[in-house]
């Protein structure tokens, strides 16, 4: 079976320019979250989806914003880049809201210029 | 507040030995998870092992085994006969209902295995 997969795997952008980040779960799950792993540092979590809704948003502006489809892919939504949100985007994905484990994609490494 | 600490930055062990990665956790919640995840330097996050709060048994996973101390709230890895290819990233985190099951991280550990 697929694992998590994201798209693209690498991305260099601007300062101001807007960006689109990709995530398919592993096939059956229904729960996907995104976090944020600056070089160095441990992931920051980012939104939490189930079953299309948002159950969980981390401490991250409103610059950033998510959604899950009917399949239960989902897209992770950064405007206005600034030179700090160049980081490693990972995916995860989990059957259910749970304490199950998660995960994880590859993830998108975005660099802003 | 949730939070996992993980107090060791940087372990540097031989190889074929066994090394303890240490991580402890503070939650007021009763049902939670806990989880070692293993980052090579390429970047992909490895799922490694989970416990369970209400597991009675520590969990293991081949070579990797967790040593769970509920009541000293301390969740560490043990990798038996460590190989080269254990050289990584490895971060403790924990998942619990009160903070809608989102993954809380440590700092991680850098294990560099010696030849």
Same mark, same amino acid.
């Given at each position: 079976d697929a694992g998590v997969t994201q798209s693209p795997t690498h991305l260099i952008k601007t300062r101001g320019q807007h960006v689109t980040l990709r995530c398919s779960p592993i096939s059956g799950h229904k729960s996907v979250s995104w976090y944020q792993q600056v070089l160095g540092q441990g992931p920051q979590f980012i939104f939490q989806y189930y079953e299309k809704e948002e159950r969980g948003r981390g401490n991250f502006p409103d610059r950033f914003s998510a959604r899950q489809f009917p399949n239960y892919s989902s897209e992770l939504n950064v405007n206005? =880049? =600034? =030179?700090?949100?160049?980081a490693l985007y990972l995916c995860a994905s989990s059957f259910?809201?749970?304490n199950q484990p998660q995960h994880f994609g590859d993830g998108t490494r975005l660099s802003i210029l | 507040a949730q939070k996992i600490t993980q107090t060791q930055p940087g372990m540097f062990v031989q190889e074929k030995e066994a090394v303890t990665l240490d991580c402890t956790y503070d939650t007021s919640d009763q049902s939670y998870g806990l989880f070692w995840y293993k980052q090579p330097s390429s970047g992909e996050m490895i799922f490694l092992i989970y416990q369970g709060s209400y597991d009675e048994q520590n969990a293991t996973e081949g070579r990797y085994s967790l040593n769970f101390q509920k009541a000293r709230k301390s969740a560490n890895l043990v990798i038996s006969a460590s190989q080269l290819g254990d050289s990584a990233m490895y971060f403790c985190a924990m998942r619990v209902p009160g903070s809608n099951y989102q993954l809380i991280w440590g700092a991680g550990t850098k294990l560099i295995i010696k030849p």
């Amino acid at each position: 079976d697929a694992g998590v997969t994201q798209s693209p795997t690498h991305l260099i952008k601007t300062r101001g320019q807007h960006v689109t980040l990709r995530c398919s779960p592993i096939s059956g799950h229904k729960s996907v979250s995104w976090y944020q792993q600056v070089l160095g540092q441990g992931p920051q979590f980012i939104f939490q989806y189930y079953e299309k809704e948002e159950r969980g948003r981390g401490n991250f502006p409103d610059r950033f914003s998510a959604r899950q489809f009917p399949n239960y892919s989902s897209e992770l939504n950064v405007n206005a =880049l =600034l =030179l700090g949100d160049s980081a490693l985007y990972l995916c995860a994905s989990s059957f259910r809201e749970s304490n199950q484990p998660q995960h994880f994609g590859d993830g998108t490494r975005l660099s802003i210029l | 507040a949730q939070k996992i600490t993980q107090t060791q930055p940087g372990m540097f062990v031989q190889e074929k030995e066994a090394v303890t990665l240490d991580c402890t956790y503070d939650t007021s919640d009763q049902s939670y998870g806990l989880f070692w995840y293993k980052q090579p330097s390429s970047g992909e996050m490895i799922f490694l092992i989970y416990q369970g709060s209400y597991d009675e048994q520590n969990a293991t996973e081949g070579r990797y085994s967790l040593n769970f101390q509920k009541a000293r709230k301390s969740a560490n890895l043990v990798i038996s006969a460590s190989q080269l290819g254990d050289s990584a990233m490895y971060f403790c985190a924990m998942r619990v209902p009160g903070s809608n099951y989102q993954l809380i991280w440590g700092a991680g550990t850098k294990l560099i295995i010696k030849p």
